[in-house]
């Protein structure tokens, strides 16, 4: 069986349903008792955000790398990050990578494809809301992505920052967000909504009766894990 590196801790409350949620999803796929083989490196949340508030994205890149370097001497034989924010600098990681690693961006993308969606709201940071790294996915499969409004992204990250990576959960919270998708789908004519934040689907199980569906990007990526766990 080959073993999964993990990049945790950016932020810690995702990296636990990460690691919940590949090992349910693998028991389901393997009910032999048997367990999947992880290796988790939980790095500083605050040091990736404060280098890429700064615009610093080859420190972020050199900072990471050195962090993937690690799992792929640990044994892993493959890697993913647990959040979509670092994604800003998917690609540089990926060409320095000495193992192969998986893009959330990547497989959400083919998950809107699979389901005909062609006009997307994206929540998430705002590194996230307002960086090139989805659009220049997205575009490629002729999906278009809808930000929210600025005062709208101002709220939605200053509750991701300061609630949900904390673990804090508050039903005003979870009204808020889903007053925002309301407005985004009959003024904007969104089709769907991205959850660009590994924390958000913690907060926005479902869809809250919106119409339109929640791609819950850390599942995605989970399926796409246990996937190659089992290759």
Do not use: W
């Amino acid at each position: 069986m080959k073993t999964v590196g993990i990049i945790g801790g950016i932020g810690p409350e995702s990296t636990v349903d990460y690691y919940r949620l590949i090992i349910q999803m693998y028991r389901q796929q393997v009910p032999d008792g048997s367990y999947p083989r992880i290796i988790i490196n939980s790095i500083d949340l605050k040091q990736m955000l404060d280098l890429i508030g700064e615009n610093r994205l080859a420190d972020v890149t050199a900072y990471i790398s050195g962090e993937i370097l690690k799992l792929a001497f640990a044994g892993a034989d493959f890697a993913l990050l647990v959040s979509n924010t670092p994604h800003a600098v998917f690609d540089a990681l990926h060409s320095q990578s000495p193992i192969p690693l998986i893009s959330i961006v990547e497989v959400t993308c083919q998950a809107a494809k699979k389901q005909g969606l062609k006009r997307l709201g994206l929540f998430g940071t705002r590194f996230t809301m307002q960086g090139r790294f989805y659009p220049d996915v997205f575009d490629n499969a002729s999906i278009a992505l809808i930000q929210p409004a600025p005062e709208e992204q101002v709220y939605i990250h200053g509750k991701y920052m300061n609630e949900l990576v904390n673990g804090i959960l508050l039903p005003e919270t979870r009204e808020g967000l889903l007053t925002i998708v309301g407005r985004m789908r009959d003024e904007e004519g969104i089709d769907g909504l991205i959850l660009g934040g590994t924390e958000l689907p913690l907060i926005l199980q479902d869809n809250g009766d919106q119409g339109i569906p929640f791609l819950n990007t850390t599942r995605l990526h989970v399926e796409r894990v246990v996937s190659q766990l089992l290759a």
